[in-house]
């Protein structure tokens, strides 16, 4: 079991987007009201005073959207100053990235990854939930903001859809090929998605590995981050290529990361909630920080035993009914 000190943090549960695998049409989305979120100021706290003491030392910022936060660049500044801080990122759409990219860099963000889930701005229209192409091209101009200012790694994330983006895997991969660029390829997860999920099911991880070697060659790559991630790169490529294989190759026993949420429930899974801690509850009613360390202390106890396979259905290929993007991501 690897030493949990990576927190992934929601600013908020609200999205630009609408994407098929994240927040399905006709999902019943109750958003958490802005007073009803963690603060920066309680965020900071629980960082200082609860989290790091216990050994976080590795942050990442998501969301929903994290760029819809009014606040984020002013958070950003704060967790990058922390001296503990070994290492902050964030994962967005990017349709808000070209106008903010100079600011998140200039406050301490380093690396970022970006949703990238096709190069053809109809399918990638289809996907996301809106009408015509001027969504990926705003955010193709993101991407290219992040690139132009620095930020490195720059991973690209992609999740494959049968039957809708499926047939660019050889196209996206070719974008690591003349870019310092990292395009990970996740594979479709049930979450929130039941219907979407059972007509199309997903691609395990080692048949697109397959494509590309056929294509290019395949050697294993590097690249810096705190993921799960098998990395792999095209022979010559500046860049690599990563493969999230959550259905096909459970990597449960490498997991070294808990989520917070927007409204502040700290949770040891992505799906599996057990022994979960309503940390927002605890600031506002009083209790002490000694004690709600106490708290986190105990979820790091139980955290080896705790999978997401371990849930209701009890099998990696069950369905939630949760959203994406009401998780955390």
């Not at 942050?59 to 704060?78: H, K, N, Q, W």
């Not at 390829?185 to 697109?208: K, V, Y």
């Amino acid at each position: 079991m690897n030493r949990v000190d990576y927190l992934r943090i929601s600013l908020i549960d609200r999205c630009n987007f609408q994407c098929q695998y994240c927040m399905p049409a006709g999902a019943d989305l109750a958003y958490v009201q802005r007073q009803d979120w963690l603060t920066a100021t309680e965020l900071l706290t629980l960082l200082r005073e609860v989290f790091i003491p216990v050994g976080f030392t590795r942050f990442r910022l998501t969301g929903g959207e994290p760029l819809l936060r009014p606040d984020v660049v002013e958070i950003v500044r704060a967790i990058a100053a922390l001296p503990q801080t070994q290492d902050l990122a964030m994962s967005t759409n990017a349709f808000l990235l070209a106008d903010l990219a100079q600011d998140l860099y200039d406050a301490g963000l380093r690396r970022i990854n970006i949703s990238l889930d096709s190069l053809d701005p109809d399918t990638f229209a289809t996907i996301v939930g809106s009408q015509g192409p001027r969504r990926w091209q705003q955010v193709w101009q993101g991407i290219q903001a992040a690139h132009r200012v620095g930020f490195d790694p720059l991973k690209l994330n992609v999740v494959v859809i049968p039957g809708v983006n499926d047939h660019e895997v050889l196209d996206l991969a070719a974008l690591t090929i003349a870019r310092h660029w990292h395009v990970r390829f996740i594979e479709f997860m049930p979450i929130g998605n039941a219907h979407l999920f059972g007509d199309r099911g997903w691609i395990p991880s080692a048949t697109l590995r397959q494509q590309i070697r056929d294509r290019w060659g395949l050697q294993v790559g590097q690249v810096q981050g705190n993921g799960p991630a098998d990395v792999f790169q095209i022979p010559g490529a500046k860049g690599t290529l990563g493969f999230i294989s959550q259905m096909s190759e459970c990597f449960c026993d490498r997991c070294n990361r808990m989520r917070l949420s927007a409204d502040g429930w700290l949770r040891p899974c992505l799906l599996n909630e057990t022994g979960q801690i309503n940390l927002k509850k605890s600031l506002r009613e009083g209790l002490s920080l000694l004690e709600i360390r106490s708290q986190v202390t105990n979820m790091l106890a139980l955290k080896p035993d705790i999978n997401f396979k371990q849930r209701d259905t009890g099998t990696a290929t069950g369905s939630y009914s949760r959203t994406m993007s009401q998780i955390g991501g």
